[in-house]
Nanobody, 115 residues
Framework: QVQLVESGGGLVQAGGSLRLSCLAS????????MGWYRQAPGKQRELVANMDNSRVINYINSVKGRFTISRDNAKNTVNLQMNSLKPEDTAVYYC?????????WGRGTQVTVSS
């Protein structure tokens, strides 16, 4: 199993920045990809950014050019640098690890962007 713990959420004004971090522990050698999803009230959970072990990255169109995902394998972390934040980025952000034998989720961290 893999355990994921997110940190770095908070309240920020539109145009500001936040950096989310996710620390993985447990069977980390089984991880094939790590990423960030978000879920706004009344909406479905959606992919924000994902990076696999080959460093192939996918972003949802609405964050391209504003968000940057990175992985530090030595520290077992995946980070999401979020710049030029908009009110529509407000959501609970979840870290996700896709592993050989399953998918694991963190508990989420709230990001609120005020206008």
């Amino acid at each position: 199993q893999v355990q994921l713990v997110e940190s770095g959420g908070g309240l920020v004004q539109a145009g500001g920045s936040l950096r989310l971090s996710c620390l993985a522990s447990g069977s980390i050698n089984d991880i094939n990809a790590m990423g960030w999803y978000r879920q706004a009230p009344g909406k479905q959970r959606e992919l924000v950014a994902n990076m696999d072990n080959s460093r192939v990255i996918n972003y949802i169109n609405s964050v391209k050019g504003r968000f940057t995902i990175s992985r530090d394998n030595a520290k077992n972390t995946v980070n999401l640098q979020m710049n030029s934040l908009k009110p529509e980025d407000t959501a609970v952000y979840y870290c996700r690890a896709a592993c050989t034998y399953g998918v694991y989720w963190g508990r989420g961290t709230q990001v609120t962007v005020s206008s």
